[in-house]
């Protein structure tokens, strides 16, 4: 398979890239970070962002959406990376969407989908509890209570929950508390009774929120797929969601090696560029061949999706194990190849270095993923 970009996956990227350059560049997140907004991101962009067909990517046309697909989904996120772009468009835009796609009713659908496109509906997928990604882990209780289900349980790391309208929360309907039989997904008002959102601020910045649910009643029309058949729906979902934070991860990584080489092309150090010692080129070249790979694997995970492959779980697997290493790699290089002032604000590597922090460790480390895949390849 031929990995390259279509002329309309061209004219998205070139569009994303000029749209967030101007709209959320790195220095709306300073002011994120420095006013503690209480959102975490500009809803006047996402409004925009919606207008611009960004919000609605994977919505079907029927549903007011572009129906672009996961590889335009993807170079929407790595435009957004490049720039450190805050947004929903991860919890919603393919979390949310995705799940509504594979496992929403007509009326479901119906409800959800064109709001989302106009950026209109903020949701958020409620499905790890543990500490480290284990989506199998669940301990949240779905008992049933009338013509529907009582909820209750915790879950800890809710990306954009502190602002979501809508959740979908993983809960048990039946097994053990790391069966994946039994798992069944509910769409949650988020201000319904019983529901309490904690915000959590993490090392980049962005939010996330711990939620506690407390005799939450849903109604069976709140199911979102079959009953006790929600952790396929789910792994469907994480893979989009993992394939897309790879495509992230891979804009950190090449914005931070740009930037990188820019500054060692600037940089005077004993009287020549420091860009003209032969180890640092050693140093970037190395980089330039990773950043490379990442991008293969991202988008070979990106047009499995679309595809329908069989194997897309696996491409997934490998983009987001592959995109952290390199996002870490990127920005270890580039605030060590910057000095000392690579650790300040003066410079904005820094904020890459947290970002790729979060967004390696987000669905999955490379450890997770290498364990995920030697499983699937039946090791």
Known sequence: MALVLSDDQKMIRDSADGFFKTEAPVAQHRQLRDTADATGFDRNVWAKMADMGFAGVLVPEEHGGAGFGHVAAGLIMEAMGRNLSAAPMLSTGILGVTALNAAGTPEQQAKYLPLIAQGQRLLALAADEAARHNPAHV???????????????????????????????????????????GITLFLVDAKAAGVDVERRSMVDSRNAARITLTDVQVDGADVLGPVGGGFAILETVLDAG???????????????FDRTIDYLKQRDQFGVKIGSFQALQHRAAHLFCEVELARS??????????????????????????????????TNEGVQMHGGIGM????????YMKRARAAQETFGDIAFHGDRLARLMGY
Do not use: Q, Y
Not at 242 to 256: I, K, N, P, T, W
Not at 299 to 324: H, I, N
């Open 344 to 351: 300040t604000d003066d410079f904005d590597i820094g904020f």
């Open 139 to 181: 301990t949240t209780t779905a008992t049933p209570s009338g013509n529907g289900f009582k909820l209750n349980g915790v879950k800890g790391f809710v990306l954009d929950g502190h602002v979501a309208d809508t959740l979908i929360v993983a809960a048990r309907t039946g097994g053990d508390d790391k069966d994946p039989d």
């Open 242 to 256: 993992r394939a897309c934070l790879a495509a992230e991860m891979l804009g950190v990584s090449s914005e931070s």
């Open 297 to 330: 694997a991202t988008l070979r995970a990106l047009t499995a999706l679309d595809a329908r492959d069989e194997r897309a779980t696996m491409f997934a697997s490998l983009a987001k194990a592959k995109s952290g290493e390199v996002a870490k790699l990127a």
